[in-house]
């Protein structure tokens, strides 16, 4: 029983954590109308220069708010450069260049890194376990982890539908031209979704970095899973892609945690356990069939432009 | 078709007279590398075909065609690791297989459209990926390695570079005309049709699903093959032969020739694979280069390298 | 009397709280040229959608050759013999005008997965998709790419590619839009020609093309059937005067086109 809540709980915080990344994905996907690869290539220098920072200043959370400064930098840099100039482009171009990227990102921390992955080692007021219920302990950083993701969700919620900038948001998402025509400066507008998302997507980067190792590709794996839940939640839709997180980072947490021994009852000990993983990475694949195959556009598509 | 004398036509005619030749070359200079470099670069464009099968004649940006790639793999390792060591059977199961991987993926992913189809075969292919990683049985996340190439009752040696090099050549020209008659024959005709103009197609009375699906298995089971030479290439197969970035690499070479040209992904391949090589005796981050470089292409040379040479003809 | 060759009971098509097709019931008997004419929101386009199955209706029948064709799919109609043209050209724009043609005669000369003889090379379809072409006066530009094509030989091409189908039934959605006025004059001589042989329905803003081609009209306004009638019985309907034509006919009052 305890197990089970503790596994809610990590497939809650692993949801949070994947919506943070693909809610900068269906935004630049929804409103630039542009299919960014590289995105999971900014959750990694999310992770390293957190990494980096906390390495250089002593301090966690310095460091990890630098690591955000620095990777929204990078996007806004990255949106300049080269993207800008892919947007009314085919996706195809866009998938093209963005997966140029990926390999550039990669190398490139190869390169700066090195090969071997970081550590990200938490201070301890972050380690010691809470007691949330008699008896049910979980780890701060994972429940601050939570917290934050909660608290930028509500954010990200009322600035998108509550503020002028997300009033301007969403009317560049539903139509370019007319919000062209109402004086907003649409280059302007774009810079600054990317950079935002790109921020979220180091965000999530550096709050997992303490998680897992900080390692080459770490962007890639996630990235498809961000894919696979802005496409249930249907393109664009911040609502979509929360609801669709949650349940991808609850399936995939759960599957993890319990279908060995579930299989256990019917394979071996060993098959079983290396079938497992791939199972429930597969049940997530299955799940976007299914909602692809019943409703194409994704289970609470964006206003129609 | 009448043969043009035009800067791509030429450029084919020389590179296929140099693939042709080249174990002659190799066997005279005894440079052995390059006989092994251009084997994985004829499998390689054989895989690019059938993608610019799917992709430039078909309209289908499939982002998971590396699947295929594995699928084939996989048929004759876990054949010839179950002790079936004929390629007469190998073969023709992982062609089986592919297209059946094809048409059952096909069948599901044609349902969508646009970026939600380039996603939706992204995520079959992982599935796959997944799949291979989890059979323990057969090397799981390690891979499954082949200890013997597959035989052909003494009718041809896999082992003997020089044979398995041709056999690989042979079946790349071999796909490349069979694309060419599909392209000009009545099915393929609709199926440009279908990419050109679906609605339209739909009501002058072709039901354009059908079409489209029986192109994505034609294109799937190609690419089987290709599969089932990588994996004799290598005497290995292993789940990151269909991790994402191999289907985008497939992307890149097409794109990289020109989608739509018969040719183009031999083409691609060649200046990819070669390019990759190239780079990576020069420095081991080879991709810091690659990687901007394929953004170039993108915005500034969008035809591919047939989009160039045709500027050079018109120019 | 026999069964007309298109008949359509109590169609209604509804998008979001827009009746767009308010059962809308219509016949039209063989070798008719039967015109729909509305303002601009009338629905048209929605009908022929439905008629050649784009676009699905929420209820009503549609009855082509004694069939009940409501719920077939657009391929299975256009086998049947019923034919569109769309009201903005809607080619293969990178194929040749010869090849459009030669892929709609190819749509009725049996199955089309045949995968290894060069279809282009196939005599009939060929032969075929030249004489569509030359019917519509289109004979000397067969190889030239529809993209290159002017607007005006676009719109003859979107004709010979519905003749090509070989059908019983031409559902021509606005063939003179955005035409000059000597295109149009070709486009209603061409017409003329065609109506001997075919049953067609034509959707037009082209009063004075429409009155001088038509046998029966149908005038819809909001989705409704309003009236339907000869052309002379419309010019004096009143209500048509008052919900459409009112303006409209001053224009061509003008050439004094009518009669």
Not at chain 1, 65 to 88: K, M, N, S, W
Not at chain 2, 96 to 120: D, E, K, N, P, Q
Not at chain 3, 86 to 99: E, G, R, Y
Not at chain 3, 108 to 123: I, L, P, T, Y
């Amino acid at each position: 029983m305890f197990l089970l809540i503790e596994q809610l709980l990590n497939g809650l915080q692993f949801g949070l954590l994947l919506f943070l990344l693909a809610a900068g994905l269906t935004l630049v996907f929804g409103i630039m109308d542009f299919v960014n690869l590289a995105h999971g290539s900014l959750y990694m220098m999310g992770a390293y220069f957190a990494a980096t920072f906390v390495g250089w200043t002593g301090s966690f959370v310095l460091g990890a708010i630098l690591a955000l400064a620095a990777t929204l930098l990078l996007g806004i840099a990255l949106e300049f450069v080269a993207l800008r100039h892919l947007y009314g482009r085919d996706h195809l171009d866009q998938v093209l260049a963005t997966f140029g990227l990926i390999l550039f990102f990669n190398d490139m921390v190869r390169l700066i890194w090195g090969p071997a992955g970081l550590a990200l080692p938490l201070p301890t007021w972050l380690t010691t376990p809470v007691q949330l219920l008699p008896g049910v302990y979980y780890p701060a950083y994972r429940l601050s982890i939570i917290i934050v993701a909660l608290l930028v969700a509500a954010l990200l919620y009322l600035v998108v539908m509550r503020t002028r900038i997300g009033m301007l948001i969403r009317a560049g998402a539903s139509n370019r031209e007319m919000a062209g025509a109402l004086g907003i400066n649409i280059k302007l507008l774009f810079t600054l979704v990317f950079g935002l998302g790109a921020a979220l997507a180091g965000l999530a980067g550096l709050m997992q970095a303490p998680i897992l190792t900080v390692q080459i590709g770490m962007g890639e794996n996630i990235l498809i899973l961000a894919f696979v839940i802005i496409v249930i939640g249907g393109i664009g839709s911040i609502r979509g892609a929360f609801l669709a997180a949650i349940f991808v980072g609850l399936i995939d947490t759960l599957g993890r945690a319990f279908l060995p021994d579930l299989l256990r009852k019917v394979l071996s000990g060993a098959a079983a356990s290396t079938a497992a993983p791939a199972l429930s990475s597969m049940l997530i694949y299955l799940l976007m069939a299914i909602v692809l195959v019943v409703r194409p556009e994704g289970l609470f598509p964006a206003a129609k432009r | 078709m009448k043969f043009k004398l035009n800067a791509s036509n030429v450029l084919v005619a020389v590179v296929c007279a140099a693939l042709v030749l080249l174990p002659v070359y190799s066997a005279v200079t005894g440079n052995i590398f390059i006989l092994t470099l251009f084997t994985r670069i004829v499998i390689f464009a054989l895989a690019a075909s059938s993608l610019n099968l799917m992709m430039g004649y078909g309209g289908m940006m499939s982002f998971g065609h590396a699947a295929y790639l594995g699928i084939g793999g996989y048929a004759v390792g876990i054949l010839a690791a179950e002790g079936i060591g004929s390629g007469f059977i190998q073969w023709p199961v992982a062609l089986a297989v592919s297209a059946l991987f094809a048409l059952v993926i096909g069948s599901l992913s044609l349902r969508t459209r646009g970026v939600y189809f380039i996603m939706i075969t992204l995520a079959f292919a992982q599935m796959a990926y997944y799949v291979a990683s989890a059979l323990s049985r057969y090397g799981g996340d390690d891979g499954l390695t082949i200890y013997k190439r597959s035989t052909f009752d003494g009718l041809i040696n896999l082992s003997d570079r020089t044979q398995f090099y041709y056999l690989c050549l042979a079946c790349l020209f071999g796909g490349v005309y069979l694309i060419w008659r599909i392209v000009n024959s009545r099915f393929g005709l609709v199926v440009q049709g279908v990419r050109s103009n679906e609605q339209r197609m739909q009501a002058i009375g072709f039901p354009a699903y059908r079409y489209r699906l029986t192109c994505f298995v034609i294109a799937g089971t190609i690419c089987g093959l290709a599969g089932a030479l990588l994996a004799n290439n290598t005497d290995f197969v292993s789940p990151a032969v269909m991790y994402w970035t191999r289907s985008g690499e497939l992307m890149v070479m097409v794109i990289l020739g020109g989608m739509g040209w018969l040719f183009g992904p031999l083409i691609g391949a060649i200046v990819f694979l070669v390019l990759e090589e190239l780079l990576s005796q020069f420095t081991e981050y080879w991709a810091l280069i690659m990687g901007p470089l394929l953004v170039l292409i993108v915005l500034f040379a969008r035809g591919g390298i047939m989009g160039l040479l045709g500027r050079v003809r018109r120019g | 009397m026999a069964d007309p060759l298109l008949r359509v009971d109590n169609l209604v098509r509804r998008f979001g709280g827009i009746l767009a097709t308010d059962n809308l019931s219509l016949e039209v008997p063989r070798g008719e040229l039967h015109a729909i004419i509305g303002p601009n929101g009338a629905g048209k386009t929605t009908l022929i959608s439905q008629l050649t199955g784009q676009l699905m209706p929420n209820s009503g029948t549609i009855h082509f050759a004694g069939r009940d064709v409501t719920r077939l799919p657009s391929y299975r109609r256009s086998r049947l013999g019923l034919a569109r043209s769309f009201q903005i050209t809607s080619l293969l724009k990178d194929f040749t005008a010869i090849d459009n043609v030669a892929l709609a005669a190819q749509a009725h000369d049996g199955h089309s997965f045949r995968f290894w003889g060069n279809a282009r090379k196939e005599r009939h379809l060929r032969d075929t998709a030249r004489a569509a072409l030359e019917r519509v006066g289109l004979g000397s530009r067969a190889d030239v790419l529809v993209s290159e094509l002017s607007h005006g030989e676009q719109r003859e091409l979107e004709l010979a590619v519905a003749l090509a189908t070989k059908p019983q039934l031409l559902l021509l959605d606005e063939p003179m839009a955005g035409l000059g006025v000597i295109e149009s004059a070709r486009m209603v001589a061409l017409l003329k020609e065609l109506r001997k042989e075919f049953t067609i329905v034509l959707v037009e803003h082209d009063m004075e093309a429409v009155f001088a081609l038509a046998d029966r009209i149908t005038v819809l306004v909001y989705g409704r059937v309003i009236a339907c009638d000869t052309p002379d019985a419309i010019r004096r309907h009143e209500e048509v005067k008052r919900a459409y034509l009112g303006e409209q006919h001053a224009v061509t009052r003008q050439g004094d086109p009518i009669g």
